[in-house]
């Protein structure tokens, strides 16, 4: 078996849990109260008290910088209100990437680094629509272009479905 998850130490996981599921959407899957918690896709939360005894050691780093948490969606205007709203620290406000993608990043509670990004299909679709070639939105966000006409394509075609 090979990756599993990625954990994140947290001071308090019930109140990091409202964090991840409330604002950032994550659903939980497995749950083991205040010690520690498992969201869908492979992220869980440990309290570091808990961790500190599993690995023998009361030197758990803060605000380390070295380990962003990624998570994209389709408005990240509205997130980074919520952020905001909740009282979060931004490390940036919403820029764009040299690829041409929205984000914003900001600490947790535990001063991990969380970074909230346009999803790149959005990215696409807005690039497309705003008149650039297939061949122009490949060189610009390091997508072939066949990868671009294909998500164009599985894009459009659901679209027109709905």
């Known amino acids: 078996m090979g990756f599993k998850s990625t954990i994140l130490v947290v001071e308090d996981v019930v109140r990091s849990r409202m964090l991840y599921e409330e604002l950032l959407g ?10 520690n918690v498992g969201f869908e896709g492979g992220f869980a939360l440990y309290k570091k008290s808990l961790f500190a005894e599993l690995i023998n050691s009361d030197n758990i780093v803060s605000k380390a910088q070295n380990l962003a948490v990624y998570f994209e969606f389709d408005d990240i205007n509205s997130v980074r209100d919520k952020i905001i709203g909740s ?22 509670y535990d001063n991990h680094i969380l970074e909230i990004a346009e999803d790149m299909d959005t990215v696409l ?9 297939e061949a122009a939105i490949a060189q610009k966000t390091g997508y072939t272009e066949a990868d671009v006409k294909n998500i164009l394509k599985i894009i459009t075609d659901s679209q027109e479905t709905v």
């Not at 820029?95 to 990043?105: I, L, S, Y």
């Not at 679709?125 to 070639?133: E, F, P």
């Open 87 to 108: 009282g979060f620290e931004l490390l940036h406000d919403i820029k764009e990437q040299p690829w041409g993608q929205k984000v914003f990043r900001f600490y947790d």
């Open 125 to 133: 679709i807005q690039m497309h629509k705003s008149g650039m070639s």
């Open 26 to 35: 994550c659903k939980v899957e497995a749950d083991f109260g205040i010690f």
